[in-house]
C-alpha cells in the first residue's frame, strides 16, 4: 500500500509540473506572436482602406474610384485592387508592376502577417456588390523590410515544437526508466541471471547521485527485489551444493557398501562350491566375517539416513531435562569397556554435580560419544582422555563441555574436513575403520539442540573439542 500511494504521488507530481510548463510555454507564445504581430502591424493609414470601398463605384459594369481618392493614394505610395471570390484583379490603381494580380488563399494573410516577407504592407475589406463577394486590398511599402522578422516567428514556433518534444522525453525518462530498469531485473531473473541489471550497476556515483529522485519512489520495490535476487542466488548455490554433496554422499556409500559386499559375495562362493568340504570351524569363521561386515553395511545405512534427516531438520527431538553430569559418566564407563580403550587413561570433572539440560538422550549421547571415541580410536596407547563439564554462571549463562586428549593431534587441513560427511584422517597412525560420518553427526545433533562445537588440536600436542549450550 505504501509504494502503491508513493507511485501514485509520483506519477501525479509529475504530470502536475508537466502541465504548468506547457502552461507556461503557451502563455510565453502568446505573448511573444502578440509582440510580433504589433510589432509587424501595418499602420493605419490616413487614407483608410474603408473610406476607399465607401468611394468605390461601378460605371458601366466596371469599378472606378473618383479622382480625390487617386491623388491620395499617389500622394501617400499607395495601391488599391479589388479582387473576385478566384482571387484575380479585376480592378486596380496606382499598382506596382511586382505586385501580383492573383492571390492564393491564405497568401493575403501571409503577407499581412509579415510583411518584412515581401517588402509592403497590406490591409483588406470584403463587400457584395450585386450577386459578388468582392475583396479590396489596400497596399504600400512596408518601413521595416527585415526579412528577419519573418524567420524570427518561424524558428520560434521550432523551438516551440522542439522545447516539448525535450519536455516529453525528459518526463517520459523520469517516469519510463525506472520501470524499464525493474522490467529488465524481472527479465535477468526469468532467465536465472540473478544479478541487478548491468547497465544501473555501472553508473557513476555522480549519476547515480542524479537519478536519485527517479528510482527513490521505487526503493521499496527495488529493495524487495535486491532480497528476492539475494535469496534466489543463495538458493542456486545451494542447489549446487545439495548436488555436489549428494554426488558425494552416493560415491561415499557406494564405496563403502561395495568393500564389505565384495568379502560377503566371495565367502558365499566359497561356502557354495562343491570343490571343498569345509569344517565347522572354518564355517563359523566365515559366517561371523559375513555378520561383521553386516553390521559394518547396517551401521552405514543407519548413519547415512540419519545424517540426512538431521540435515533437513526431519527428527523431531523428544526434549527433557536430564542431568548432563550423569549422562556423560555413564558414557565413560561404556567407552571405557572398549577394545580400544586398554592402555587409555580416563579423568571427569565437573563444577556442579547437578547440571540439568534439554535434551533428547538418544541422540545427544551418540553425538558425545562419537566424540569421545574419536580420541580413543585416534590415538595411541598412554593417553589421556579428559572431559570437563562446566556451567558458568556470569552472562550469557551456558554450559560447556571439554573433551581433550594429549595424542597425536591434527594438521590443519585436517581439521578444516573433520566435519565433513565421508572424510577420515589421512594420517598412518590413525585407525580408519568406521562410516567416515561419525563426526558430521555428532555436529549437527549439537547444533540441533542450539549448541555450538569448535575444535582446536595441534600435532603431537593433542586435540580439544570445545561444546557450548545456552541456558537462557
Do not use: C
Request: aromatic content about 10%.
Amino acid at each position: 500500500m505504501k509504494l502503491k500511494n508513493h507511485v501514485a504521488n509520483y506519477f501525479v507530481s509529475r504530470l502536475f509540473w508537466l502541465m504548468i510548463i506547457w502552461g507556461l510555454l503557451i502563455v510565453i507564445s502568446i505573448v511573444l506572436f502578440s509582440f510580433f504581430l504589433d510589432y509587424n502591424k501595418t499602420e493605419t493609414p490616413r487614407l483608410s482602406i474603408k473610406k476607399i470601398v465607401g468611394h468605390t463605384v461601378v460605371v458601366d459594369q466596371k469599378l472606378s474610384i473618383n479622382s480625390k481618392i487617386k491623388k491620395d493614394l499617389v500622394k501617400n505610395k499607395m495601391w488599391v485592387q479589388v479582387l473576385d471570390e478566384q482571387g484575380n484583379e479585376i480592378f486596380s490603381f496606382n499598382k506596382p508592376k511586382r505586385i501580383p494580380d492573383h492571390y492564393i488563399p491564405g497568401e493575403l494573410v501571409s503577407d499581412y502577417l509579415y510583411p518584412a516577407k515581401k517588402g509592403y504592407q497590406l490591409s483588406t475589406w470584403y463587400k457584395t456588390v450585386g450577386d459578388h463577394d468582392l475583396t479590396w486590398v489596400l497596399g504600400k511599402p512596408s518601413k521595416e523590410s527585415n526579412p528577419f522578422l519573418y524567420w524570427m516567428n518561424n524558428v520560434w514556433i521550432l523551438s516551440i515544437i522542439l522545447i516539448g518534444i525535450l519536455i516529453a522525453y525528459f518526463f517520459g525518462r523520469q517516469l519510463g526508466a525506472p520501470l524499464l530498469y525493474i522490467v529488465s531485473w524481472i527479465d535477468n531473473l526469468s532467465k536465472e541471471k540473478y544479478e541487478e541489471p548491468a547497465n544501473n550497476r555501472e553508473l557513476s556515483l555522480k549519476q547515480r547521485w542524479r537519478n536519485k529522485a527517479e528510482y527513490k519512489t521505487y526503493q521499496e520495490l527495488i529493495n524487495a527485489l535486491s532480497e528476492l535476487t539475494s535469496a534466489l542466488q543463495r538458493n542456486k548455490e545451494e542447489r549446487k551444493l545439495l548436488e555436489k554433496t549428494r554426488e558425494e554422499w552416493m560415491t561415499g556409500v557406494s564405496h563403502d557398501l561395495k568393500t564389505p559386499l565384495s568379502v560377503i559375495k566371495g565367502y558365499t562362493v566359497l561356502l557354495s562350491s562343491h570343490e571343498y568340504n569345509w569344517e565347522r570351524e572354518q564355517v563359523r569363521h566365515f559366517s561371523k566375517i559375513m555378520e561383521e561386515r553386516v553390521e559394518y553395511m547396517e551401521q552405514l545405512i543407519e548413519d547415512f539416513n540419519l545424517t540426512f534427516q538431521l540435515k533437513n531438520n526431519a527428527i523431531p527431538l523428544q526434549l527433557e531435562q536430564k542431568n548432563l553430569s550423569d549422562v556423560l559418566k555413564d558414557i565413560l564407563k561404556h567407552l571405557k569397556g572398549l577394545p580400544e580403550s586398554k592402555n587409555k587413561r580416563f579423568s571427569f570433572e565437573t563444577n556442579k554435580e547437578q547440571m540439568y539440560l534439554n535434551m533428547d538422550m538418544k541422540y545427544l549421547k551418540r553425538a558425545l560419544e562419537n566424540l569421545i571415541v574419536n580420541s580413543i580410536k585416534h590415538n595411541p596407547p598412554e593417553t589421556n582422555i579428559k572431559v570437563i563439564l562446566h556451567e558458568q554462571q556470569s552472562y550469557p549463562r551456558q554450559i560447556r563441555i571439554f573433551i581433550m586428549d594429549d595424542g597425536v593431534g591434527m594438521d590443519r587441513e585436517t581439521i578444516e574436513h573433520l566435519f565433513e560427511r565421508y572424510f577420515r584422517g589421512t594420517s598412518a597412525s590413525v585407525n580408519n575403520t568406521g562410516t567416515g560420518l561419525g563426526m558430521a553427526i555428532a555436529r549437527q545433533i549439537i547444533i540441533a539442540h542450539g549448541g555450538d562445537l569448535s575444535i582446536k588440536s595441534t600435532p603431537q600436542l593433542g586435540t580439544e573439542y570445545n561444546i557450548t549450550f545456552p541456558l537462557d
